[in-house]
């Protein structure tokens, strides 16, 4: 989900700006460029909703605009139609300088929850108090059921195809501002929950505003590098987490992927290990080519992450404008714009020949519902080469093809909303053994318990080294 979209809607819907209203007419416009810029800009608009239904669907929302309506009742309104597409990389949102604004102002609940098995609990209160002890069930807020909140929220995420779990992993990391969308903002929440023993208690939560909250919070643990190895002398293994895959933040960190990869391997080699598990939980980001690299640590035979590809032509933006931010307007979207497929012989479907020091022991991959993109494709090429065994979730990208890469930025010409629009879309190599409508699935399900978040513990991680241990 575009947590953009949701700190600007969430802070501008309950804000108390002089927010204008648009007539009917200008909002229409506004449909007309969205409705034209998903055809002829996105592709792969029809896989999960034919064109005419789609086009019925921007038609049924022209015609509800009958009264003066906000920015941001407009955004919401246009919300379920961009979900119809099946690809989470579609959304609009506010400008950043307004979203960030806005989100600095907003009063939240400052609650950080982890569902577990469908049910809602503590995992930290982020007044800085731990006046709720963590690992509690959370029975209602504010007098609404839990099991119908997660429901309401779950239903404002976007998602590839019906991707259940990163609906349920995005309701957790977005949760302050979905919940604030959904349900508004006051000055004080009445959280009741429940202890192991069966006790109930209710506690009242002062909100914060996300500076508040950024001020006053203090993690639990220290905030560690993205990438990083930890071995494991009796498992004789080495746990290696890689956050994200996405090169902007890496560059933040100083670190190069292919670097850092022979870093790894050099450390694995001197102390002998011989089993490699590769954490990619949370880990996206739009380059593909950073999949490759990480998979150059494992791969024992020629190999590519995907074997089709199909984009739109870079020329179809306007006159001076870039294939990564187009401000378009009514006028300027193409009338027709064709996706083009990427030839098999093209060098960007190739096969990568495997790395000589590529470790060749026993690999584990762990991913979670918010494993997408780059980590996705990471995960998928990992488990049909047959290179190692998956444990955790469903990933966040769809197992059959899904969309990113570069984007069009089109920014309405009424509202100045932005739409934000993917440019290819890419076929993994080799088929997923799951549901095409889905991401791909591990050999292993396993999620975090609720016993581990009292204690802080990462219960994926101890089971799977008891795994280890257990094997040797």
């Not at 009264?67 to 979900?83: C, D, K, R």
Request: glycine share 8%; proline share 6%; hydrophobic share 40%.
């Amino acid at each position: 989900m575009g947590v953009g979209f949701l700190v600007g809607s969430v802070a501008w819907a309950q804000t108390p700006l002089n927010e204008r209203r648009f007539y009917p007419e200008e909002l229409r416009e506004d449909v007309e460029t969205i409705r034209r810029a998903v055809h002829h800009l996105h592709p792969d608009a029809y896989r999960y909703v034919p064109k005419a239904a789609l086009d019925q669907r921007f038609d049924s929302l022209g015609a509800a605009l009958s009264v003066p309506t906000t920015t941001t009742e407009f955004m919401l309104m246009v919300g379920p139609v961009v979900q119809a597409l099946g690809d989470a990389h579609t959304f609009v949102d506010l400008p950043v300088a307004t979203a960030e604004r806005l989100h600095q102002t907003t009063p939240l609940l400052p609650l950080k929850i982890r569902v577990i098995h469908g049910q809602a609990y503590i995992e930290e209160e982020l007044m800085g108090f731990r006046s709720i002890p963590s690992g509690q069930r959370i029975r209602s807020i504010d007098g609404v059921p839990m099991e119908r909140l997660l429901s309401e929220l779950g239903a404002l995420v976007r998602t590839d195809g019906h991707d259940e779990i990163f609906v349920t992993r995005t309701v957790e990391r977005d949760f302050l501002h979905l919940h604030a969308l959904q349900y508004g903002h006051r000055p004080q929440h009445i959280v009741e929950h429940e202890a192991k023993d069966g006790t109930v208690t209710s506690t009242v939560l002062r909100s914060l505003t996300g500076e508040e909250i950024s001020s006053s919070y203090r993690p639990a643990t220290a905030r560690l590098r993205p990438w990083r190895l930890e071995p494991f002398g009796d498992e004789h293994a080495a746990w290696i987490t890689c956050r994200t895959l996405d090169a902007d933040t890496l560059r933040a960190y100083d670190i190069d992927a292919t670097r850092m990869v022979e870093l790894f391997l050099q450390e694995v080699r001197s102390k002998d290990l011989r089993t490699l598990v590769i954490d990619v939980r949370g880990a996206g980001g739009a380059d593909l080519g950073m999949a490759e690299a990480l998979f150059s640590m494992i791969g024992t035979s020629p190999y590519r992450v995907v074997r089709e590809i199909a984009m739109r032509q870079p020329g179809s933006l306007p006159d001076g404008g870039s294939v990564d931010y187009a401000s378009l307007d009514a006028t300027s979207v193409p009338e027709s714009d064709r996706a083009i497929t990427i030839p098999a012989d093209d060098p960007r479907l190739a096969m990568t020949p495997p790395y000589s020091k590529a470790f060749l022991g026993k690999v584990y991959v762990v991913c979670d519902g918010l494993t997408r993109d780059a980590g996705a494709a990471f995960v998928m090429l990992a488990k049909r080469s047959g290179r190692a065994r998956i444990v955790g979730e469903e990933v966040g990208s769809n197992s059959q093809s899904f969309c990113g890469g570069r984007e069009a930025l089109v920014t309405l010409p009424r509202t100045k909303l932005r739409l934000h629009i993917p440019l290819a879309r890419f076929v993994p190599e080799g088929h997923g053994d799951g549901p095409v409508d889905h991401g791909e699935l591990p050999h292993h399900p396993v999620e975090q318990q609720v016993s581990g978040l009292a204690i802080g513990r990462d219960t994926v991680k101890a089971s799977l080294l008891d795994l280890i241990r257990e094997l040797q």
